[in-house]
T-cell receptor, first 114, second 115 residues
Framework: AQSVTQLGSHVSVSEGALVLLRCNYS??????LFWYVQYPNQGLQLLLK??????LVKGINGFEAEFKKSETSFHLTKPSAHMSDAAEYFC????????????FGTGTRLKVLA | DVKVTQSSRYLVKRTGEKVFLECVQD?????MFWYRQDPGLGLRLIYF???????EKGDIPEGYSVSREKKERFSLILESASTNQTSMYLC??????????????FGPGTRLTVT
């Protein structure tokens, strides 16, 4: 069965430090991949998506992610964390060609330390 | 901007009550989804709909039903609320006939407590 794994349910970084949130998928066929962010008491909003074009995808708020087929990964990065980045981040995958749904990871809560 | 609205942000109901959660989107999207979100479990799909009056079960449909009489509105119904249905409920919509390539647009969520 397909799955999405986010390593680390909680990640803390200092303000100005690199943000790295990990996402691995299991699928024999590379899926479409998405990162969403959820701020407190809000719904999810799209940060970026990979749909088989460029492997390095740039998103909003300075985030980017790189699709690596050999590692079945789609890690999210940001060079310099800001206090406003504190939120929960979800990786999601959907299969190419027919499946009706996303598979969401369990989320990573990012804390930014002053 | 796409807007997905949910009828209530917070709701408290008693065990055994019938509960209606309403979701409306204003961008003429074909697809609509209901998820529940629980700590450590991520988002789990309850039901989705790809057209008016069409519905498909997701991963955890037991104890829930849905209704989509109009394209912009998708309702989630808890037939007889139970305490294990206490959760955050998120509605989402997406455009197009091909689900997989499209991002989903989420409402703000309804935090339901069943006592």
């Amino acid at each position: 069965a397909q799955s999405v794994t986010q390593l680390g349910s909680h990640v803390s970084v200092s303000e100005g430090a690199l943000v790295l949130l990990r996402c691995n998928y299991s699928s024999s066929v590379p899926p479409y991949l998405f990162w969403y962010v959820q701020y407190p008491n809000q719904g999810l909003q799209l940060l970026l998506k990979y749909t088989s074009a460029a492997t390095l995808v740039k998103g909003i708020n300075g985030f980017e992610a790189e699709f690596k087929k050999s590692e079945t990964s789609f890690h999210l990065t940001k060079p310099s964390a800001h206090m406003s980045d504190a939120a929960e981040y979800f990786c999601a995958a959907s299969l190419v060609g027919g499946t009706y749904k996303y598979i969401f990871g369990t989320g990573t809560r990012l804390k930014v330390l002053a | 901007d796409v807007k997905v609205t949910q009828s209530s942000r917070y709701l408290v109901k008693r065990t055994g009550e019938k509960v209606f959660l309403e979701c409306v989107q204003d961008m003429d999207h074909e697809n609509m989804f209901w998820y529940r979100q629980d700590p450590g479990l991520g988002l789990r799909l309850i039901y989705f709909s790809y057209d008016v009056k069409m519905k498909e079960k997701g991963d955890i449909p037991e104890g829930y039903s849905v209704s989509r009489e109009k394209k912009e509105r998708f309702s989630l119904i808890l037939e007889s609320a139970s305490t294990n249905q206490t959760s955050m409920y998120l509605c989402a919509s997406s455009p197009g006939l091909t689900f997989t390539r499209s991002e989903q647009y989420f409402g703000p969520g309804t935090r339901l407590t069943v006592t």
